[in-house]
Structure formats: C-alpha cells, structure tokens
C-alpha cells in the first residue's frame, strides 16, 4: 500500500513538473489529425516565441545548441545513441543589425572561408505568401557530411531563419517533412 502512493506521489510530481516547464516556457502543444479513412496522418502542434509550427507524429521537440532557437525539432528514428537527432529543423530569431539583406550575407560570406562548408546555391523564394531568401549547402564536420537548407523571413526588426539539416543520404526523404512543416509555420503569432 506504501509503495502505492510512493509511486502516485512521483507521478502526480511528475505531470506537475512538465506541465511547469510548458507554461514557464510559453510552450504549447496540439494534436492535429490530418487526412481521413485509414490513412489518418497524427500531426502536432507547438508555439513558442512567436512561432507556431505543425509536424507529423514521427517528429520530436529537442534542444538545440544555438542560444537563437526558438523551436527545434529532430526526426524520432533519426536521434543517435547520444541523445542527438541527426535529422533536424530549428528555427531561431535574431534582431536584424543593418539590413535584412547584408545582415543575412555575412553569415554566408563567412562560412566561404570556411573549407568544412560548400554553398550550392542561394537566392529569393516565394513560401506561401512569404518573400524568402533560401541558402543551400553542405557541411563536413568531423567526417559527417550534411545538407542543409536554410530559409530566412524577415519580420519587423527580426530575422527567422528555419534550418533544415540531414545526413546526405536522408536529405531527401525527409523534405517532404520539412515542406510540410515550412508551410504550416506561422511567425508572429
């Protein structure tokens, strides 16, 4: 009977907690159902800083390293032994120093010095009604070659650049994901 409550005590702590970190950290989350008959696909949904994004149900909210995240996420197959997810998407907020323009280039402009990444392409898209400017290129990083595609979208006095980055060889099976997400997103909400 002890042990009983000890183990409802430990749960009830435990819902407490995480229901603390979602409203200290303006977190919300949503299920979204999509499609219809047996092919029902579960969707989620999370808000934070301004940012609303949905994502399919074999995706996860992670953390990331970068101190401008707002919201990451790392396909759940994808996460390594280290709790790392190898296929990801962030999506960080900086205020705009200058133009959207030159502030955007000098980060590109710096990683062409930089022999471990290659640009292969950049330049305007339309993303729903959204003026974008996209970058595409590779890393290789401790031997782990990567493509990533970042889209920034300028808001206000805010850059939102959402980074989308996977292993070569998993790149283009997840872009479907990543349209997806990409679509949904709302910045400024």
Do not use: R
């Amino acid at each position: 009977m002890k042990k009983n409550i000890i183990c409802g005590v430990i749960i009830i702590v435990a819902i407490i907690c995480v229901f603390g970190y979602l409203i200290m950290n303006n977190v919300s989350t949503s299920d979204i159902t999509g499609g219809g008959g047996d092919n029902t696909t579960k969707m989620l949904s999370s808000s934070k800083g301004g940012v609303m994004v949905q994502y399919p149900s074999d995706w996860v909210l992670s953390e990331s390293t970068s101190n401008d995240s707002v919201i990451a996420l790392a396909k759940s197959d994808s996460i390594d032994s280290s709790k790392v997810g190898q296929v990801t998407i962030n999506v960080e907020k900086q205020p705009i120093e200058g133009s959207f323009d030159s502030f955007i280039n000098q980060t590109y402009t710096a990683m062409q010095h930089d022999s471990s990444f290659n640009l292969t392409s950049s330049g305007q898209v339309l993303i729903g009604d959204k003026n974008a400017t996209e970058y595409v290129y590779t890393s290789n990083i401790n031997g782990v070659v990567k493509e990533h595609k970042a889209l920034w979208f300028d808001k206000g006095d805010q850059a939102y650049v959402v980074l989308y980055s996977a292993p070569i060889d998993k790149f283009d099976e997840n872009l479907n994901s990543f349209n997806y997400i990409l679509e949904n997103m709302q910045i400024g909400a």
